[in-house]
């Protein structure tokens, strides 16, 4: 008789612990389910910073017809402006959108505050020779790869000091740090990759190219430390066909058309993205 009531006891408690615990069972599965069959938002896309070089007070370089190098560099970064954000793949913001001049340290300060993904300077050179032509890249170092580039390092950020009232002492000690954090975050391997980058695609576009294309300098501009960043010398102004080519408009969409090719090929996919 008594294991019969045990029996039966055993049995009610299954059949509450079915009917009771089996419905809140199955309602939290719903709400599981329901949970991983809502779709996850996309990533945001990379933000990629564009940086016309000078501006207002400040014109850059002349070529031997008058033309200014600010007036060139913001035409193109318009341009790749508007490729970039053709596809929606990216967002773009410029340093400036106009003929004003800003400064060097707001240039970065900006892209930073943005949380930019890259840093593109835009310039366009003067040379004494006025043979030399063809476009380069550049990443930040302490060293100079050679003296030409210490050389347009040097008269990058004295244009800057002059019109803005910097020391260029000051500039070149934020260089010496930045370039510890850079080292640190990996920023430096990204840049000269991306400088790598820039000059592969440039050569399969038929873009003109320095014969050595990839240099280093101190370069006040690309002192954003988890900001991968290069600057972009687009010709040599002092060189007639140079000149003529960069106020070209179907030129400059060509450089702009080889730079958008460079943005997506450092990011890897046709569609970048970033992470929210």
């Known amino acids: 008789m008594a294991a019969l009531y045990r029996r039966n006891v055993i049995a009610g408690l299954a059949g509450l612990t079915a009917i009771g615990l089996g419905a809140p069972l199955a309602w939290g ?8 069959a809502r779709p996850t938002p996309p990533p945001r896309p990379k933000l ?32 790749l402006q508007r490729q970039l954000q053709a596809g929606g793949r990216y967002r773009v913001m410029l340093t400036r959108a106009s003929d004003r001049f800003v400064a060097l340290r707001e240039r970065v300060a900006r892209a930073q505050a943005a949380k930019a993904d890259l840093f593109l300077s835009l310039h366009a050179d003067a040379h004494p020779d006025s043979d030399v032509r063809g476009a380069s890249v550049y990443t930040l170092s302490e060293d100079a790869s050679d003296r030409e580039a210490a050389a347009l390092a040097a008269r990058e950020n004295r244009a800057d000091a002059v019109v803005s009232g910097v020391r260029l002492a000051g500039q070149l000690d934020n260089v010496a740090r930045t370039l510890v954090a850079m080292s640190q975050r990996g920023t430096v391997n990204d840049s000269r990759r991306l400088a790598d980058t820039i000059v592969r695609t440039f050569g399969r576009s038929g873009v003109r ?36 080519l960069l106020t070209v408009r179907q030129h400059q969409i060509a450089l702009a058309r080889a730079l958008r090719a460079s943005v997506d090929a450092h990011f890897g996919t046709g569609i970048a993205t970033r992470k929210a």
Do not use: C, M, W
Request: without cysteine; proline residues 7%; glycine residues 10%.
């Open 29 to 36: 599965n719903q709400i599981a389910k329901k949970r991983i």
């Open 48 to 79: 990629v910073f564009l940086d016309p070089g000078h501006g207002g007070k400040d014109p850059g370089a002349r070529g031997v017809r008058g033309t200014k190098e600010k007036v060139v560099v913001l035409a193109v970064a318009r341009e």
């Open 209 to 244: 190219l320095l014969r050595r294309s990839h240099r280093q300098a101190g370069f006040a501009v690309l002192t954003s430390p988890d900001i991968p960043a290069a600057l972009i010398e687009l010709g040599y102004l002092s060189n007639p066909q140079d000149e003529k």
